[in-house]
């Protein structure tokens, strides 16, 4: 990276050296098991079916072009608050959107949460906090199994508050655990000998917590109050398998011969908040837990395991070691209850949480609820790896409207019957003009139509050669057949509640284009993409059951001084810089915010807004950068306050002997991710000036 000679934190643009992924080697091997490193586990041949498709990439004019860029970029860095202070034409200051009305912060590497001037921000809760009653006070050199099951988890992601007034003021909030870091959180671990303490500390480590908390409305602080409301979902907690699947002879172990109750959720990366108050949450990269699909005998098993990228081997944490249940050989089913979206009613902590079968199997990164309007809902999500899928649910019942007991329960099963559809899209520009360049074609848009391609409904198959079963299980596989478009890495995939329109973070794709992998398309318009791009879709007539629907990218990301990122046609030389786009939330205007995970300009990642409607469209704003070595998750953005998960804190670093970060508790200390709050001083409202 440059940095500024006055400040050695803060990051200036251009960037001319070259980075590699600034994700560090422990967060990849923890997280996702390494997934980039390995070949991506799709080898179908549907590459694209519209009339675009690209076999041969211009790779001449694509080098071509990057080096007259590099060589052009000769200014520093207009990005962060100078460049949003720079006046307008006729020398005004341009008016901000409505709940973007913010300083933006200027790329840094510093090591703390950096915020707006005139916010203030607080640490909510932390890695070993209390969560249940007699939870033990956090030690890090004497944690175990017991004190973790009671204290709240390891490396937040996704946070979700749902109200339990109309103000706002009390709230239960959820959090997922998505992963451990057993290198960081134990001094001493050993990773070819966990111990079995640390090994069920880590299970403990993972899943959910749920808490009551209270927002001051003076003041705008969450603080989290004990209540009968409070919970901690681990990897020993019941889960409930519904859906058509529910009860599948793929779904039987030695532990549940009926196929219908799974111990724990693991993996949990994002999720949603559904109109009936309980929480969506994806079990996302869980084929890194289990290890020697090598040794499963049967072929059509093997080759199932491989399409979801099942150890091979040991695995990292070695749990095989402790329970037979994560060795593939031993245990081949056990894979296979695992990669669910699942549902968690926090207004009852005694409720047994639920793997919903019909919204399919993969490395679901979430799942974001929209109601038709005929009451059905829609379910929009991704699976996020490189070449992998966008995908719909769509109810067949109805909702009931209200959070009551009744309407929950009634509610609860509508995610059990309808029909899932996964995403194909087919550019309107020439194939000659997408060159992987990221050069804009002439018609000024990456942009095109698309279809939803249905799957299964209920117990009917939609796939020639699949079972009903076969395409909840192995939905992979299903939509490989189907001839779905892959894409470079879908992660959130929300609906935008005020313009109807959905909006999906694509995350990057180091692959794209590769000549062993599928070539750009006009949706995946880059070659080696490092820094991701945000997909609009609109649904035909704004109606989510449709099966057809337009979309654009809205964001190509990336340095903007370079000419292959795209601002949705905003003034590249008035916008925050913003790399590999990951979880999206929208405020009540319907600004799109965006958290990033892996920046790859050199800066920390950050939380970004950005209007997606008039004038201001496009206009992308930072509103916060984390720490060290970690990622902005799950973020929150209401008129009161923004909340973010600060996921993996100092994983730069080599582990508790010499971490890369020593947020939040500063001085010597470890690294504990947390969830954090920041609102506006005096108590005005997020993102609006002089409004209170
Ligand atoms: Fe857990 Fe897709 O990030
Ligand atoms: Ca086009
Ligand atoms: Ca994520």
């Not at 994002?270 to 072929?299: C, K, M």
């Not at 699942?342 to 979430?366: C, M, Q, Y």
Request: charged share 25%.
């Amino acid at each position: 990276m440059s940095t500024n000679p006055a400040d050695p934190h803060v990051v200036s643009l251009p960037l001319l050296t070259h980075h590699t992924a600034s994700r560090s080697a422990v967060t990849c091997e923890y997280r996702c098991g390494n997934a980039c490193a390995h070949e991506a586990p799709n080898p179908s041949a549907n590459t694209y079916f519209g009339d675009v498709v690209r076999r041969v990439l211009n790779r001449r004019g694509l080098l071509r072009a990057g080096a007259v860029l590099s060589l052009a970029t000769g200014v520093t860095a207009a990005a962060g608050a100078t460049a949003a202070a720079r006046p307008g034409p006729g020398g005004h200051q341009p008016a901000a959107a409505p709940g973007t009305d913010f300083d933006p912060v200027t790329p840094n590497t510093r090591d703390s949460v950096v915020i707006p001037e005139g916010y203030e921000q607080q640490v909510v809760i932390r890695w070993g906090d209390p969560v249940l009653p007699g939870a033990p006070e956090f030690d890090f050199d004497n944690q175990s199994a017991r004190a973790q099951q009671l204290q709240f988890g390891y490396n937040n992601d996704f946070a979700g508050l749902v109200p339990l007034d109309g103000a706002g003021i009390h709230n239960l909030l959820v959090v997922n655990h998505e992963y451990t870091t057993e290198s960081h959180m134990f001094r001493d671990y050993d990773p070819d000998n966990p111990t079995a303490e640390q090994v069920r500390t880590a299970w403990a480590a993972h899943g959910q917590s749920i808490l009551l908390v209270r927002r001051d409305p003076a003041r705008g602080r969450l603080d989290v109050l004990p209540s009968h409301y409070s919970r901690r979902i681990t990897l020993d907690t019941e889960f409930a398998v519904q859906g058509p699947a529910a009860g599948s002879e793929l779904l039987r172990t030695s532990a549940d011969p009926r196929g219908r109750s799974v111990r724990g959720t693991l993996n949990n990366c994002a999720g949603g908040v559904t109109p009936w108050g309980t929480i969506l949450s994806g079990e996302e990269n869980f084929h890194q837990y289990f290890a020697h699909a090598d040794r499963v005998e049967d072929p059509t098993t093997r080759r199932r395991m491989e399409r979801y990228g099942i150890n091979t081997g040991a695995s990292t944490r070695k749990w095989e070691r402790f329970d037979d249940r994560w060795d593939a050989s031993r245990e081949p089913n056990e894979t296979n209850r695992f990669g669910w979206v699942v549902e968690i009613d926090p207004n009852d902590p005694h409720s047994t949480p639920v793997k919903h079968t019909a919204l399919g199997r993969f490395k679901h990164e979430g799942a974001t609820v929209r109601t038709t309007e005929d009451g059905r809902v829609a379910v929009y999500m991704g699976d996020d790896e490189r070449f992998e899928y966008i995908y719909k649910f769509v109810s067949s019942g109805r909702m009931k409207p209200g959070r009551s007991a009744h309407a929950r329960r009634h509610n609860k099963a509508l995610l059990d019957e309808g029909t899932l559809y996964v995403a194909r899209f087919t550019g309107d520009s020439p194939a000659s003009e997408i060159d992987g360049s990221g050069r804009l074609p002439s018609d000024g848009e990456f942009d095109g139509s698309g279809q939803w391609l249905p799957l299964a409904t209920g117990d009917t198959s939609h796939v020639p050669g699949f079972t009903a079963e076969e395409v909840y299980v192995f939905t992979r596989l299903a939509a490989d057949r189907a001839g779905a478009t892959k894409m470079d890495r879908p992660e959130d995939v929300e609906p935008n509640p005020v313009n109807g329109r959905v909006y999906c973070a694509l995350t990057n794709n180091s692959n794209r284009g590769a000549a062993e992998h599928a070539p750009v398309d006009e949706a995946n318009p880059r070659v080696g993409n490092r820094h991701g791009h945000v997909l609009e879709i609109t649904e035909r007539d704004g109606d989510p059951t449709s099966t057809e629907m337009s979309w654009g990218l809205l964001l190509v990301c990336g340095d903007p001084q370079r000419a292959d990122t795209y601002f949705g046609g905003f003034d590249k030389d008035r916008v925050s810089p913003i790399s590999c786009p990951d979880n999206v939330a929208f405020d009540r205007h319907g600004n799109l915010w965006i958290a990033t995970d892996g920046n790859e300009l050199g800066s920390n990642d950050g939380l970004f807004a950005v209007p997606v409607e008039g004038p201001e469209r496009g206009h992308v704003k930072q509103f916060l950068t984390v720490p060290k070595g970690a990622e902005t998750c799950g973020p929150v953005v209401t008129d009161e306050l923004v909340t973010v998960c600060v996921q993996h804190p100092g994983e730069n670093g080599s582990g508790p002997e010499n971490p890369g970060s020593h947020w939040p508790d500063g001085g010597d200390s470890q690294p504990r991710p947390a969830l954090v709050a920041v609102w506006r001083d005096l108590g005005h409202r997020v993102g609006e000036i002089g409004r209170r």
